[in-house]
């Protein structure tokens, strides 16, 4: 059966799709909105599946360009095959509504290469982080989400110390920490490749934890990177902005599976709260 | 006068180019390959100066698929107007050379805000390393590359220690520091903004001080972020490669100006090397 995740982010391909063009049409679901307005993630991850079936691969580095708020509603991905590789495909996407383009999309696909040898990672899961099990949910303490929508869709839960923010305790560093996982997602169920890009956008900008004033933060650019098949389970996650300045921030994610292993990376730039 | 980068990423842009598209004729000039190949950085930064004259501002988030070696010759640069904006404008670029699509490019362009207030940033540039002028010259050292092509294109000063896996003493850590400028550069020029995508694939990889055999890295994808415009003088530079495992490696960036204010950050996800 296929998940919520799995229905939402569904598209079906024209199969009059016209020249070496694909063609999809599919809908920026109901409930994936904060406020009216499609989470980010989720919209990359409704443009990258149609993007990974023109592929015939899952995404390995994807990169969106943020363009208009994406709004409960039909939508059209159109995917245009850059270079299809043996190992790996270069496309390019689309996603509109009506006239409006919502968000460009360019990406890599390709399943991450097997491991060979013993990885060299200077980048660990914050030791400080329990179990995901005693890991208290984000959800109550939301200043600016209500408790409907988006959050209703994902399982954020966040270290102890770090909803500071959302109780006008913040930390006074821009850095977020917790574990993510789909709402309903059984204990033997894997996040996929596409999952890991909405929970790359999936949680409260760190910044609030800076001090700033808690208020929407418009991603321009966000890129993923694919660095391995996630085991099954929750994924651990580590967001921080270490460059606010002059209007603009990064905010730059890693995402851990159960046993520990990097599975991806992100890194968005995005304008300071207003 | 134009300085050799400037003439070496110029191109024309034609005066009848067919409907929305801006198409550019320009070279892969010649004197900036490692072997052939020309640079990376190099490649995108002549893509980007048409891209940039098609938004009418420099850029600002630039990612950059690299699907074939860029060879010395004649290049064309079609440039996509995705969406133009009061602040922003969004633009797709692709460059070819033939038949052969070299890059695929897409970037927001628009002059970073002026700062509002003081920064916060978790990065700085290196303690540990000199002075430009006191920081030596990387060139003797190298094993892989030539002294002619791209070398000779940019000064690189390499922070004591750091050429280590040049000869035969890797640090251990895959993380490399220095100075870049551009060959020729007068103390009172100042890089701007292209010249900082040229800056961000300029060094040597740093996963070679990691112990493993240097060769060639090809990468797939590169983002950089200009978060500054940069004041005269050359820029400071920490490279790192952060998680590398199953063939793959992130290769993160962060560039300073001489006033040690960031400019830019950048992150490219590679190949092991071959």
């Known amino acids: 059966m296929a998940s919520a995740f799995e229905t939402a982010t569904a598209a079906t391909r024209r199969p009059d799709s016209p020249g070496s063009r694909s063609v999809y049409d ?56 850059v270079r299809i590789g043996r190992r790996m495909a ?12 919502v968000i460009r999309v360019l990406g890599t696909f390709g399943a991450p290469p097997a491991p060979d040898g013993e990885p060299i990672a200077t980048v660990a899961p914050p030791a400080d982080l329990p179990d995901y099990e005693h890991t208290p949910t984000m959800e109550r303490f939301s200043p600016t989400m209500a408790p409907s929508g988006f959050p209703r869709q994902v399982e954020m839960r966040i270290r102890p110390g770090d909803e500071g923010f959302a109780v006008e305790r913040p930390t006074g560093r821009a850095e977020l920490a917790g574990w993510f996982a789909l709402a309903g997602q059984a204990p033997g169920d894997a996040i996929d490749a596409i999952g890991l890009l909405l929970a790359a956008d999936a949680f409260f900008p760190p910044v609030f934890n800076a001090g700033v004033t808690p208020g929407w933060v418009p991603t321009l650019e966000l890129t993923v990177h694919i660095r391995a098949v996630p085991a099954p389970g929750p994924v651990a996650a580590r967001f921080h902005s270490d460059v606010i300045a002059g209007g603009l921030l990064n905010e730059d994610g890693e995402l851990w599976d159960s046993t520990g292993t990097l599975v991806a990376q992100s890194r968005q730039l995005a304008l300071m709260p207003r």
Chains 1, 2 share one sequence.
């Open 26 to 81: 599919g809908a920026v679901a109901d409930g994936w909105d904060i406020g009216g307005v499609a989470n980010g993630g989720y919209v990359l991850a409704l443009a990258a599946r149609a993007m990974a079936d023109t592929a015939g691969r899952p995404p390995l580095s994807v990169t969106a360009h943020y363009l208009a708020p994406g709004r409960p509603g039909p939508c059209v991905v159109e995917v245009e095959p």
């Open 90 to 101: 270069t496309v390019a996407a689309r996603l509109t509504q009506g006239d409006t383009e």
